[in-house]
């Protein structure tokens, strides 16, 4: 018999809610979302919450603990001391579906909007080279595991909801720094997207993002501020200068976007106001259980991006290093 500790739970919906208390038992080791599965077991079987590894990587069990952003599963109980309440809630930025579960469509709304990876034309699937110091240094950033701990943070979205229209965030931030960093990715526009359309600008480097991000990601030093930098670097570089008083400024904004706009930021179809509309859950069968159909698939996965058709290891006659030169850029496009 572990000991027997004190809760506070966030209860309720989009119409609102309450704290609840709760008595629970705690044993050595656990973590709070031992806790929350014990407390569904034995005394609120209706408790909402959403997790998935238990393990710290899928980025699910995001929520609030004593008012610090932290993951259920990774937060362990001897934290805190034995005669401390732990308080649980919901993430504060995105809408509540219920108790502790958020609707963070927000984040996938404007990871749609990101463009894509751009590799060189003429480059086949397949003969994609890079350097080992250039994939460690996007390493850093695909650590994420989308927790979106960091965009529940950002004071911007924070308790702002309007920002949230021209403001994509900490873990956007990274994927733009990503590929903008990427030696073989062609677009060359990453860091004016970044500052026009996804709202670089409104970040005051607070560095709160990198504080609670449990991948240990340097959100702040290793993304946003180079990418700041990369902004400044290019609107005061001479020839920019000397090519915005040739040009009329909306032609090069035009220019800028390359068709990849959001169009002042309104995102299509998205919508991170509750009520309307709910999130849907998947389809199930007529018994009520999840189709299996994918289960039963012979493909263990999705496609493979280079291709089904390629065979690996690839023949060594299809093997190359040399790095891809990236194109002349063009002084009078900016
Ligand atoms: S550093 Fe920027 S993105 Fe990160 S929390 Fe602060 S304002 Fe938000
Ligand atoms: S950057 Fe860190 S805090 Fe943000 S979503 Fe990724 S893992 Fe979570
Ligand atoms: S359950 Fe997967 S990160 Fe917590």
Known sequence: MGDMRHFRVW???????ALEDFTVEVNEGEVVLDVIHRLQAEQAP???VRW?????KCG?????????????CMTRMSTFSGAETVTITPLRTFPVIRDLVTDVSFNYAKARTMPAFAPP???APGEYRMAQVDVERSQEFRKCIECFLCQNTCHVVRDHEDNKLAFAGPRLFIRAAELDMHPLDARTDRKEYAQADQGLGYCNITKCCTEVCPEHIKITDNAIIPMKERVVDRRYDPLVRLGRRIFRRDQLEGQMGNGSSTGGHEVAGASWHRPEPAPQGPPVG?????????LASDRAAASSPFGDDVQFPLPPESLHYEHPTAPEEDPEEH
């Open 11 to 17: 209860r309720g919906d989009e119409t609102g809610g």
């Open 46 to 48: 209706d408790l909402a």
């Open 52 to 56: 998935n590894c238990k393990a710290g």
């Open 60 to 72: 699910s069990c995001s929520m609030e603990i004593n008012g610090r952003p932290r993951l259920g």
């Open 121 to 123: 034309a003429g480059l």
């Open 286 to 294: 007529p018994d009520g259980r999840l189709d299996i159909a994918e």
